[in-house]
T-cell receptor, first 112, second 113 residues
C-alpha cells in the first residue's frame, strides 16, 4: 500500500498570501488529520476529517481551514499568512479512531 | 498550558543498554496514550500505545508503563540499538476524540555503538 502523500513538500510564501496543502491518505483510510509542527510549540493538532465532515478541531484561528473530498483526499488552507505560520504541516490518516496515525512526510511552509 | 510534557529534551545511551523515556500529563480526561518515533525528514511513526485500564503494554523490545495516579508514563527500550536513535514523542487522547492527539515536546534519543 502506498503511504500518506503530501504535496507540495516545500513552499515559500509571503505575508498576506494564502496557501493550500494537499494530502492523499492511505487507501481505505477515511480519517485524515492535520498537525502543525514548529520548534516553539511542537506538534499541535489542527483538525480531523472523517467522511467529508470535520470531526475534531484544534485551537487555531479561523484562517486555518480544511476539507475532505469523497475519495478521502484532504486539503488544508491558510489565508492571510503570518510569519508565525512557518512550520511543517503534517497530514495523517487512520482506519479507526484510536490515535494510531500514519503520517506523511509533511509540507514545509516558509512565510517571508 | 502544556498538558503533555517530556522533561528531557535529549537522552544518550550505550548500545545494548536500556533506554527509558519519560512523559507526564496533567489532563485526567486522557485515557489512551501513545508513543511515536520520528526520524529526520520523515513523519512520525506509531510505536506503541496503552489504554488507561492497563499499567503495562509490551511489544518486542518496547514496553510502555502507565502510572495513572502519578499521571506518568514511560517507554522502555531493551536492548537499545543505534537504529533507535530518533526523536520520541509521547501523545495522549480521549476515547471520544481518538485521533485528536496532544503531543509532548519530544525527547531525542541517541544510541551510541
Amino acid at each position: 500500500k502506498a503511504g500518506v502523500t503530501q504535496t507540495p513538500r516545500y513552499l515559500i510564501k509571503t505575508r498576506g498570501q494564502q496557501v493550500t496543502l494537499s494530502c492523499s491518505p492511505i487507501s481505505g483510510h477515511r480519517s485524515v488529520s492535520w498537525y502543525q509542527q514548529t520548534p516553539g510549540q511542537g506538534l499541535q493538532f489542527l483538525f480531523e476529517y472523517f467522511s467529508e465532515t470535520q470531526r475534531n478541531k484544534g485551537n487555531f484561528p479561523g484562517r486555518f481551514s480544511g476539507r475532505q473530498f469523497s475519495n478521502s483526499r484532504s486539503e488544508m488552507n491558510v489565508s492571510t499568512l503570518e510569519l508565525g505560520d512557518s512550520a511543517l504541516y503534517l497530514c495523517a490518516s487512520s482506519e479507526g479512531n484510536t490515535g494510531e496515525l500514519f503520517f506523511g512526510e509533511g509540507s514545509r511552509l516558509t512565510v517571508l | 498550558d502544556q498538558q503533555v510534557k517530556q522533561n528531557s529534551p535529549s537522552l544518550s545511551v550505550q548500545e545494548g543498554r536500556i533506554s527509558i523515556l519519560n512523559c507526564d500529563y496533567t489532563n485526567s480526561m486522557f485515557d489512551y496514550f501513545l508513543w511515536y518515533k520520528k526520524y529526520p525528514a520523515e513523519g512520525p511513526t506509531f510505536l506503541i500505545s496503552i489504554s488507561s485500564i492497563k499499567d503495562k503494554n509490551e511489544d518486542g523490545r518496547f514496553t510502555v508503563f502507565l502510572n495513572k495516579s502519578a499521571k506518568h508514563l514511560s517507554l522502555h527500550i531493551v536492548p537499545s540499538q543505534p537504529g533507535d536513535s530518533a526523536v520520541y514523542f509521547c501523545a495522549a487522547t480521549r476515547n471520544n476524540a481518538g485521533n485528536m492527539l496532544t503531543f509532548g515536546g519530544g525527547t531525542r534519543l541517541m544510541v551510541k555503538p
